[in-house]
């Protein structure tokens, strides 16, 4: 069973491990981001995939996905603040 801890519980833990310990926490936690990237990509092409196959997509250049995707950046909402990269002093 997985128990969710609080943020600062969690780095407050941290801080009491050893320097070399924190860097391989650092390393582990870097890894599973990483992972957890690639899954999503992986869900996003399996999606378009079968939207593609049932007829819901259309083939188009490199250059047309690219335009595509620039013109659509400036139109879709902002990321909540909560999941935006944030700073710790």
């Known amino acids: ?3 969710k801890i609080a943020f600062a519980d969690a780095l407050d833990a941290a801080e009491q ?3 070399d310990a924190q860097a391989e926490l650092v390393a ?3 890894r599973r981001l990483a992972e957890r990237g690639r899954e999503r990509v992986l869900a996003t092409v399996a999606q378009a995939r079968r939207e593609f ?3 819901q997509g259309q083939a188009m ?3 047309e996905l690219v335009r595509e ?3 659509q950046e400036f139109t879709e909402a ?3 603040a909560s999941s935006s990269r944030q700073s710790v002093a």
Request: zero cysteines.
């Open 1 to 3: 069973m997985t128990q």
């Open 17 to 19: 491990l050893d320097p």
């Open 28 to 30: 582990i936690l870097t």
């Open 53 to 55: 196959a049932a007829g």
């Open 61 to 63: 250049t490199a250059a």
């Open 69 to 71: 995707a620039l013109s």
């Open 78 to 80: 902002p990321m909540p």
